[in-house]
């Protein structure tokens, strides 16, 4: 009977490392070398960060909680994204859907390409219930709107849309009352070719204390660094190939760590945001992501003030996606 059950035991324990080692080798193992700690910014970097310190203060300080409760400040923040877009010299689109009689507005800032591919880069701009929401999601929209301003005079292959999506936080979340879904729906209607979706989704807070960044599986843990220092990319599995490709080019110019996972999307986490409804439609996507809960200890809550943010490393992460996006539009 003893050794019944320690040869059932080891069966089970070898079934495990197995599991682990082929969703290390598929899943977890990353192209490119990795840095191990923050770079300087340069002079340039300065200016981009004053800039996404300024658009977190409009978005969080200024406006404040921005929801369908809150609608005349979620209608504000519009009205702000639109301008911003505007005034970087890029013609902007309301995609607008109406929901129990309120308008609820995506906004769009599309630079035309030569090529029928697109690339998508968009953040949401509600703010959940209670919160003015800094860094869930004033860091997404701050960056992709510092974004859109330096790509505004460029002539890419492919056309980028920089984009804004209302209603992502609870009780739309996950819904079809979801912007980036409903968003995502009229471009696969539409036709759209859409050859990579980056959802940019809390991604300010930064910390180097031990024990500082946990995950949603105990697992994950053995792969992943237990300090809060690295920008995280995360897809489904049918993205691998976008995740791997954008983490690589993240990472030849990229002066902050990070860390990647193509993970079934029914763990924890990896479906948290708008790439998710571009899953649904087919098309691949990732998110870039501090890993929000798992790391920020102001989350969803009246604390996500925009003081919380760490607006250095957060610009190295911003000034490393606007390199992403380059080498993107060449392939």
Wanted: charged share 20%; with cysteine.
């Amino acid at each position: 009977m003893v050794l019944k059950i320690l040869s059932r035991a080891l069966r089970v324990t070898i079934v495990v490392v197995v599991v682990l080692v082929l969703l290390w080798w598929f899943g977890m193992r990353m192209p490119g070398k990795n840095v191990s700690k923050a770079g300087p910014l340069s002079p340039d970097e300065v200016v981009l960060r004053e800039e996404l310190r300024a658009n977190v203060q409009e978005l969080a300080g200024k406006i404040g909680e921005r929801n369908m409760w809150h609608y005349a400040a979620l209608n504000a923040t519009a009205d702000f994204i639109e301008d911003s877009f505007s005034q970087a010299g890029l013609r902007t689109r309301r995609d607008s859907y109406e929901m129990r009689g309120q308008s609820c507005h995506n906004i769009e800032a599309e630079i035309p390409g030569n090529r029928p591919e697109i690339i998508v880069i968009g953040a949401h701009y509600d703010s959940v219930f209670g919160s003015p929401g800094a860094n869930d999601n004033g860091s997404g929209m701050a960056a992709t709107l510092a974004l859109a301003r330096r790509f505004a005079s460029a002539k890419p292959k492919h056309t980028l849309r920089f984009v804004a999506f209302v209603n992502e936080e609870p009780p739309y979340f996950l819904s079809g009352e979801m912007g980036s879904l409903v968003y995502a729906r009229g471009c696969k209607e539409r036709g759209d070719k859409i050859s990579a979706m980056i959802s940019l989704e809390t991604i300010g807070y930064f910390s180097d204390a031990p024990h500082s960044q946990t995950y949603p599986s105990p697992g994950l843990g053995v792969f992943y660094p237990n300090v809060g220092n690295f920008i995280g990319f995360v897809s489904n599995v049918k993205s691998r190939a976008l995740l791997r490709r954008v983490i690589a080019l993240f990472r030849k110019h990229g002066k902050v760590p990070s860390e990647g996972a193509s993970l079934p999307a029914f763990i924890p986490g990896v479906s948290w945001s708008d790439q998710w409804s571009f899953w649904q439609h087919g098309y691949p996507a990732i998110m870039v992501t501090d890993t929000a809960p798992f790391r920020y200890p102001y989350y969803h809550s009246s604390n996500d003030t925009p003081d919380k943010l760490d607006y250095d490393r957060f610009t190295l992460v911003v000034s490393g996606m606007e390199k992403v996006i380059e080498d993107l539009d060449k392939l």
